[in-house]
C-alpha cells in the first residue's frame, strides 16, 4: 500500500525495534525542548527523518541510522541539505566524537546500552525518547533505586520532560514513553571492580550492608572484616540497606570492597 505522497512505506523491523513517533504534536514539543538552532547535534535511529525534519536549524545534523533501508532514504531525502550528514551504522560501535546535542526516539530494548555508551561521549544535553519503565528507573532515589539509578545518576543529570502515550506511535508499542533529558555532571568513570562490587550489593539491596559485604567477599576469596572494619571508621552505617545510603557512601563502599 501507497502512501500519500504515493510512495510505497518501508516495513519497520521489529527485530530493531522501530516503532515511530507519529503524533506531530509531540514531535513537535520534543523538537523545541532539543532547541537544535546553531548546534551541532547527533540523531540516534532517525528513521525516516520525521523528527530529523524539525531539526534542520542546526548547525550540523548527524544522523546515524543502522537499518540501511531508511539510512538510503535519509541519504535522499535530505540530499539538498548541507548541513546534514547520514552515517549508516551502529550508534553502539560509533567511535565517539564531540557534538553539542544527542537527540533520538530508542528502541526499548538497547535504551541501557545507549544510555552507558554517551558516557564515553563529549556533549552537552541529550534528549531521548525512552520506554516510561525504564525513565522511571534513571530517576528512581531513595527505597526505588537500583543499580542502574545509581549509575545513571552518578554520570548524569537526569529531567523528565514528557510523557508520551503509546497510542503516539506507530506500530503502537504495549507500553508508555517518556521524554528524558541527560546532562554530563563531569564525574569520573567508574573502575570496572568498584562498578562490579557495586552491582553486587544492589543485587542484594533488601539485605543489611554487613550481610551484603560478607556475601560478595566470601564468594571472592576476600576478607570482610577487615573490610567492614574500615567502613566503620569511615562512619558508614552497616545495618542500613544500601537504597539507604547517599551515593557517596555507596562510592566509598565501592572503592574499599575493590581496594
Known amino acids: ?44 535511529g532517525p528513521g525516516d527523518g520525521r523528527l530529523s525534519e524539525r531539526l534542520l536549524t542546526a548547525k550540523e545534523l548527524i544522523l546515524v541510522e543502522k537499518d540501511p533501508r531508511f539510512a538510503a532514504l535519509l541519504r535522499e531525502k535530505f540530499a539538498q541539505k548541507s548541513n546534514v550528514r547520514v552515517i549508516e551504522g551502529d550508534f553502539l560501535e560509533l567511535e565517539p ?35 516510561k519503565e525504564f525513565a522511571r528507573k534513571l530517576c528512581a532515589r531513595g527505597r526505588e533505586m537500583s543499580r542502574i539509578s545509581f549509575f545513571a545518576q552518578h554520570y ?15 506500530p503502537r508499542p504495549k507500553v508508555d514513553s517518556a521524554l528524558i533529558e541527560l546532562v554530563p555532571t563531569g564525574a569520573p568513570q567508574i573502575l570496572p571492580d568498584v562498578h562490579e562490587a557495586i552491582t553486587a550489593l544492589f ?47 555507596i562510592m566509598k563502599i565501592g572503592k574499599e570492597i575493590s581496594a
Open 1 to 44: 500500500m501507497e502512501d500519500a505522497n504515493g510512495e510505497r512505506p518501508i516495513r519497520k523491523s521489529r527485530k530493531l525495534g522501530q516503532c515511530f513517533l507519529s503524533d506531530f504534536r509531540f514531535l513537535n514539543k520534543e523538537a523545541r525542548i532539543i532547541s537544535p538552532d546553531g548546534k551541532r547535534v547527533l540523531e540516534i
Open 97 to 131: 566524537f564531540d557534538v553539542d546535542l544527542v537527540a533520538g526516539n530508542l528502541p526499548y530494548y538497547i535504551s541501557s546500552d545507549i544510555t552507558f555508551r554517551l558516557v564515553k561521549w563529549k556533549f552537552r544535553r541529550a534528549v531521548l525518547m525512552f520506554q
Open 156 to 170: 548524569f543529570s537526569i529531567r523528565e520532560h514528557i510523557t508520551v502515550p503509546k497510542t503516539a506511535f506507530r
Open 203 to 249: 543485587q542484594h539491596r533488601q539485605k543489611q550492608l554487613a550481610s551484603s559485604i560478607r556475601m560478595y567477599c566470601k564468594g571472592r576469596g576476600l576478607g570482610a572484616e577487615s573490610v567492614l572494619s574500615r567502613l566503620r571508621d569511615k562512619g558508614i552505617p552497616l545495618n542500613k540497606r544500601i537504597f539507604q545510603l547517599s551515593r557517596d557512601e
